[in-house]
C-alpha cells in the first residue's frame, strides 16, 4: 500500500509540473506565434503582395487553434492528476493523443506542399503588379517587399513591362536600387530592354533580382520557426501521455489493493 501511495504521489506532482508549466505553456506559445504570424503588420503586407495566401492563414489559424486547445487540455491533465480521476486522465491522454498526431500531419503537410507554396507566390503576385496603380494597399506591400528584399517584379523587373502602371509610368521607385539613398527615381526601364540572360538592370539602376523567391524564403522561414517549436512541444506531449497512463495505472492498482 505504501509503495502505492508513494508511486501515485510521485506520479501525480510530475504530471501536474507536465501539464500545468510545460503543456499549458507551451499551448500558450502556440497560440502567441499563431496571433503574431496572424496580425503581424510586415507578413500581413507580404503575403497581401501574393493576393491574401489562403493557405498560410489557414495554417496558422489551426496553430492558433491547437495552441489554445492545449490550455485547456493541460488545465484537464491537471484537474484529473489532482483528483486521481481515471476518467479524466484518459481524455487528457486521448485528446494529447489526437494533438501528437494533427501536429505530425500538419508537419508532413507542409513539408510536402513547400514546392506547391512558392508556385502559388509566383502565380498569384502578377495580379497585384496589375493591381499596383489601382489598390492603395496592394501598393503598399508591393513597395515594401521591394524595398525590403531589394528586389523587383516576381521573377524580374521584366514583370512590369505588360502592367498597366508601366504603360503610364515606368517600374515602380521602389525598384531603384539607389531610392533609399535619394527617395526619388533614380531608374527607368524604358524603353523596354530585349531580355535576356545577359541583360543587366543594375546597369539601368533597376535591382534585378525577383521578389518570389525572397518572399518564399520569409514565410518559409517563419515555417521553420514553428516547426522547431512544434518538435519541442511533442517531446512535452508525449512525456505527458506517459505520465498519464502510469498516474491511470498507478490508481487502479490502488484500487484493486484497498480493503473493502
Known amino acids: 500500500m505504501g509503495e502505492d501511495n508513494t508511486m501515485i504521489w510521485c506520479t501525480k506532482y510530475i504530471l501536474m509540473v507536465i501539464c500545468v508549466v510545460a503543456i499549458a505553456l507551451c499551448g500558450c ?3 502567441c506565434v499563431g496571433l503574431w504570424l496572424c496580425f503581424d503588420p ?6 497581401y503582395a501574393a493576393e491574401e495566401l489562403e493557405e498560410y492563414y489557414i495554417a496558422v489559424y489551426v496553430l492558433i487553434g491547437i495552441g489554445g486547445l ?24 486521448f485528446f ?7 501536429e505530425v500531419g500538419g508537419g508532413l503537410f507542409a513539408y510536402f506542399k513547400q514546392e506547391e507554396i512558392e508556385t502559388l507566390i509566383q502565380t498569384k503576385m502578377p495580379t497585384s503588379l496589375n493591381k499596383y496603380d489601382s489598390d492603395k494597399q496592394v501598393k503598399e ?13 516576381v521573377n524580374g523587373p521584366i514583370d512590369w513591362k505588360n502592367t498597366t502602371f508601366f504603360q503610364d509610368n515606368d517600374v515602380p521607385v521602389s525598384c531603384c536600387i539607389n531610392r ?12 523596354p530592354p530585349n531580355v535576356n540572360k545577359d541583360t543587366d538592370f543594375t546597369s539601368l539602376g533597376i535591382s534585378p533580382d525577383g521578389c518570389a523567391n525572397s518572399l518564399y524564403k520569409a514565410l518559409q522561414s517563419n515555417v521553420t520557426l514553428v516547426a522547431g517549436l512544434v518538435i519541442g512541444i511533442g517531446a512535452v506531449q508525449v512525456l505527458g501521455m506517459i505520465f498519464s497512463m ?8 490502488s484500487d484493486k489493493n484497498y480493503p473493502v
Do not use: V
Open 29 to 31: 506559445a502556440l497560440l
Open 42 to 47: 510586415t507578413m500581413r503586407e507580404y503575403t
Open 70 to 93: 492545449m490550455m485547456l487540455i493541460g488545465f484537464l491533465g491537471c484537474c484529473g492528476s489532482c483528483l486521481e480521476n481515471t476518467c479524466l486522465l484518459g481524455t487528457f491522454f
Open 96 to 102: 494529447l493523443m489526437l494533438i501528437c498526431i494533427a
Open 141 to 153: 506591400a508591393i513597395d515594401k517587399i521591394q524595398l525590403d528584399f531589394l528586389c523587383c517584379g
Open 180 to 191: 533609399q539613398k535619394t527617395g526619388e527615381r533614380s531608374c527607368t526601364m524604358k524603353p
Open 246 to 253: 502510469c498516474l491511470c495505472c498507478a490508481i487502479r492498482n
